[in-house]
């Protein structure tokens, strides 16, 4: 029978958490058919024996991709989609997991009800790898229908809690596989395009905070980095009316870094960031505060060089 929905989930690593998202899944309460689609992204530990056994357990449900090689996560993603035979594809990682049994049910109700919604999400827990909640709710906007000025703001859709049609990864273009690990955002700029992303107000998944996670380890400086990248290349496929909200956003973003970098007292990377903030789009987008913080780049930057020569 086909699927109405396929669950892609991917792995690398993740042998100790890939059982508990799998259970989570096998919870939902469904009228209709899915498929579950792992595609393992040669895991060096036991994570491929562990969707091999559920596989044998579940033959006419889950399919394994496996590869002799790394292919990179925003490969093993797009593998994972390309796989997937339902009309809709449910996002999970394979250290998430959902934890409402309605949650498939409740989401394939609002894309079928109404075909001008591309992505449905909903609200998530942040959770910690000893089961701390960190966030009771994520993200923090109103629960709704959004397009593409709020997806381009800024990244509210929680992976483990987004359903998408099925297709829409054919529309990434070829730079999307050099961006990782910022692997989900394009995605959802696409959905935008063609229709709205709806936010459930309904907390059904936990996302995990682990010391390894990109999330976690990498810290503000990274994020802000991956982002005003994202903007770089973002611009190629949304209209060009859109162009100075995106160029005003990555000012944003090089703004945050001229502040965090000052912060740590790398002031020449403090003042080259200030001053890419400041050469966005137009001088009357924030232009009080990215000026500030050129004006304050500058001067801790002078200072630094006055010091030394002494």
Avoid at 221 to 239: C, G, K, L, M, T
Avoid at 246 to 260: C, D, F, N, T
Wanted: charged residues 25%; aromatic residues 12%.
């Amino acid at each position: 029978m086909t699927p109405l929905v396929s669950v892609a989930i991917t792995t690398f690593n993740l042998e100790r958490w890939l059982p508990r998202a799998l259970d989570s899944v096998f919870t939902q309460i469904t009228d209709f058919p899915f498929e579950i689609v792992i595609s393992d992204d040669a895991s060096t530990d036991d994570t491929l024996q562990v969707a091999r056994a559920y596989q044998e357990r579940y033959p006419d449900v889950i399919r394994v991709l496996e590869r002799s090689k790394n292919a990179g996560m925003c490969r093993n993603y797009y593998d994972a989609f390309e796989q997937c035979r339902g009309k809709f594809i449910g996002w999970l990682d394979a250290d998430d997991y959902w934890t409402d049994p309605r949650k498939l049910a409740i989401q394939v109700e609002t894309l079928e009800s109404d075909a001008s919604i591309s992505a449905c999400c909903h609200l998530v827990r942040w959770v910690s790898s000893d089961g701390e909640v960190k966030r009771e709710i994520y993200p923090s906007i109103a629960p709704g229908r959004y397009g593409l000025a709020e997806i381009l703001h800024h990244n509210f859709v929680p992976s483990p809690s987004v359903m998408f049609r099925s297709g829409l990864h054919r529309q990434l273009p070829p730079w999307y596989f050099d961006i990782g690990p910022t692997t989900d955002w394009p995605l959802w700029v696409l959905a935008a395009l063609s229709g709205d992303i709806v936010l459930l107000d309904r907390v059904m998944a936990d996302y995990m905070l682990t010391p390894k996670s990109n999330f976690m380890s990498k810290g503000a400086q990274f994020w802000h980095v991956q982002d005003a990248r994202f903007y770089d290349h973002i611009e190629s496929i949304v209209p060009s009316k859109w162009h100075r909200l995106v160029r005003a956003e990555k000012g944003r973003r090089h703004e945050s870094m001229a502040y965090l970098l000052r912060q740590q007292g790398d002031f020449n990377g403090s003042r080259e960031a200030a001053l890419k903030a400041f050469l966005s789009p137009s001088l009357m987008d924030n232009g009080r505060s990215k000026t500030k913080a050129l004006l304050a780049s500058v001067f801790y930057s002078r200072r630094k060089y006055a010091l030394h020569q002494r």
